[in-house]
């Protein structure tokens, strides 16, 4: 079931990438990039078919699903180089990935919220209620992240 899924989720990628491309043709000074709640929505349903967990009905606060044994998450998601932390909560886990235009993705961060939140205490508050341009530093920060403290990867089913 979850292959069906994840080529039905490349198939309209692929078409909403070459509408971009239109797009971008008949107005070439807009970069007419795909982020905001659609990218977002994509991006938890690519979690939910790869991690061990499931997704909160409707919009939440502060988290986007459960993982299987009960954490809360947040999960972020990208099409470019730019996720971002929460100014005023500290999600429980925050599962963020950067995702392709094929449909596949990457893991940039999958831990803690809390060793996030002290990567960047020292950052002033911003006007959106958001951290961004962190890239870098959760790609560095997840490499020291326990095994133990990781939202698991599903089991391949063959």
């Given at each position: 079931m979850s292959e069906q899924i994840q080529n039905q989720i490349?198939?309209?990628?692929?078409?909403?990438?070459?509408?971009?491309?239109q797009l971008q043709a008949a107005y070439p000074?807009?970069?007419?990039?795909?982020?905001?709640?659609?990218?977002?929505?994509?991006?938890?349903?690519?979690?939910?078919?790869?991690?061990?967990?499931?997704?909160?009905?409707?919009?939440?606060?502060?988290?986007?699903a459960i993982s299987d044994d009960g954490r809360k998450v947040q999960i972020k998601a990208t099409f470019s180089k730019n996720l971002t932390?929460?100014?005023?909560?500290?999600?429980?886990?925050?599962?963020?990935?950067?995702?392709?235009?094929?449909?596949?993705?990457?893991?940039?961060?999958?831990?803690?919220?809390?060793l996030i939140k002290e990567e960047l205490k020292r950052r002033a508050?911003?006007?959106t209620g958001l951290h961004g341009g962190l890239m870098s530093q959760l790609i560095r920060i997840n490499k020291d992240v326990p095994?133990?403290?990781?939202?698991?990867?599903?089991?391949l089913s063959t």
């Open positions: 490349s198939g309209a990628l692929e078409q909403l990438f070459s509408a971009v491309s000074g807009k970069p007419f990039t795909l982020d905001g709640r659609l990218v977002g929505d994509i991006g938890e349903v690519v979690a939910s078919l790869n991690y061990e967990l499931t997704l909160n009905e409707g919009l939440t606060k502060h988290h986007d932390f929460p100014v005023h909560h500290v999600p429980d886990y925050y599962l963020g990935i950067k995702l392709y235009r094929d449909g596949t993705f990457e893991e940039i961060y999958n831990g803690p919220g809390y508050p911003t006007s095994e133990d403290q990781r939202i698991p990867k599903r089991k």
